[in-house]
């Protein structure tokens, strides 16, 4: 995600866009214990829903799907 320039796009999008990464980046302390866990996003994250760090991990989810909605905004127009 750090890869991908945003120079050009309207400067609300680009924030909504570093919100959403950033909350990707919030979720690696959580997910880094775990580097065994394999196979598709959405089944890994129920996965850590029932993990011994699902509190912490649920918060850090949720900010990633609102990010998302934010960016997502951008798209459907």
């Not at 924030?15 to 996003?41: C, F, I, Q």
Request: net charge neutral; with cysteine.
């Amino acid at each position: 995600m750090a890869a991908i320039d945003t120079k050009g796009c309207p400067e609300a999008f680009s924030k909504a866009y570093r919100s959403h990464k950033d909350a990707w980046n919030a979720v690696l302390p959580v997910t880094d214990t775990y580097p065994d866990l394999r196979g598709e996003m959405h089944v890994l994250f129920k996965e850590l829903e029932r993990s011994k760090d699902s509190v912490e991990f649920k918060k850090l989810q949720a900010d990633i799907w609102t990010t998302w909605g934010e960016v997502e905004r951008f798209v459907k127009k």
